[in-house]
């Protein structure tokens, strides 16, 4: 499972994060609920990326990667932003709405979907579990 990140457009494999819980929120910028919960993956992510989760925005939105950089900005994530590869959404799916969250155990085996509005505290509990 391969994704390109959005600044550099190189590819990053998600057998590279193995060992690691991946927490994979699939958004787009002409989503208000994506910008909505962007302050809690935010949060979630500077509190648990020192203890095992990397988080990952997953880009579906067809903007140029500049204007959805300088969106990310805005909304201080700091977390890498990519496009999915090749066939990576038919390895997620059910995909069944846009913001769409997913986490993984560190053997890559999904363990968690969430709907939007994520709740924090479920996830965090998911989370913590599995670190």
Known sequence: MAFFDLATTQPLEINSLHGKVLLLNLWAAWSPTSAKELP???ALEEDYSKKGLV???VCLDDAP???LL????RHGIH???VRPGPLMLDLLEPVETIPYTILLN???????RFRSPIKRAELS???EKNL
């Open 40 to 42: 809690e993956l935010v």
């Open 55 to 57: 988080v990952l925005g």
């Open 65 to 67: 990667a500049a204007g």
């Open 70 to 73: 300088v969106f990310a900005e």
């Open 79 to 81: 977390y890498p932003l």
């Open 106 to 112: 560190t053997e890559g085996k999904v363990i968690g």
């Open 125 to 127: 509990a998911a989370i």
